[in-house]
């Protein structure tokens, strides 16, 4: 394999966890402390199970009734934990409780009150992350994070949610604006270190640990400011396939 130019689904996702090791040896982390979350959102069954046989074992999608397929199909290999990490309509909340270990993108109460029933339900806690937008672009999902006023409106549903017995609230998902710089995206990161430390001083009861930020044109920064968890797709699955044309 060349090492600047790996071509098989293995050796970009060896290619990426080396990468990851870099980033967190300087930024004096443990490459340890960051979970690699494979993207593998439009790209079928048997490019997953290639990424699975190179030792992933923590995969997220972005659309439920895609995904589902995938999950059924998949099944008989163990160890899998899959995460939704796309917009949840509260319309498929049901779904997603049941065929998901971690959702990434929590973004209203009334959407955490869906799955929290629906857990109960299948009984199983759900490990949750709260998406926040911190960028402020109406393209992005999440609770408003980028003002004063819209952070103030938050606190007292977080509180709510925080209360719902079938959710486990482990930590912040956030999206940065794509740049062709990553550096750019560095502010970004850092508005959500700093609203996972109000949370830490307002809800100390609460694990905010996990920090869920950092996707293929960015996760380096994202490790520099405290990623704990990066998800990355077409640095490891390569192109997706969208009705009959190829997403770079």
């Known amino acids: 394999m060349d090492a600047a130019n790996p071509t098989t689904i293995s050796q970009r996702y060896e290619h990426i966890l080396e990468r990851i090791a870099t980033a967190a040896r300087k930024s004096n982390r443990q490459a340890e402390e960051i979970?690699?979350?494979?993207?593998?959102?439009l790209h079928p069954a048997v490019s997953i199970r290639e990424v699975i046989t190179a030792g992933a074992r923590h995969l997220g999608e972005n659309y439920a009734d895609q995904a589902l397929p995938k999950i059924d199909e998949l099944r008989d290999l163990p160890g899998i934990h899959w995460h939704m990490i796309g917009h949840v309509q509260s319309r498929k909340a049901g779904i997603v409780a049941k065929a998901f270990d971690f959702i990434h993108s929590l973004d209203s109460l009334k959407l955490a009150e869906k799955l929290d029933r629906y857990s109960a339900q299948y009984t199983k806690k759900l490990p949750v992350l709260l998406e926040l937008n911190v960028s402020g672009e109406g393209s992005k999902s999440g609770f408003k994070a980028w003002h004063e006023a819209g952070w103030q409106e938050l606190v007292p549903d977080l509180a709510k949610i925080l209360a719902l017995p079938n959710l486990e609230v482990r930590g912040l998902m956030t999206m940065a604006p794509y740049f062709d710089m990553p550096e750019q995206a560095r502010p970004y990161f850092r508005k959500l270190v700093s609203k996972q430390a109000a949370l830490q001083k307002l809800f100390p009861g609460t694990n905010w640990n996990e920090l869920s930020m950092g996707m293929s044109g960015d996760f380096e920064v994202a490790i520099q400011e405290g990623a704990t968890i990066v998800r990355i797709g077409t640095s490891i699955?390569?192109?997706?396939?969208?009705?009959?044309?190829?997403e770079y």
């Open 237 to 246: 699955m390569g192109p997706r396939q969208v009705s009959g044309t190829v």
């Open 35 to 41: 979970q690699l979350v494979v993207v593998t959102k």
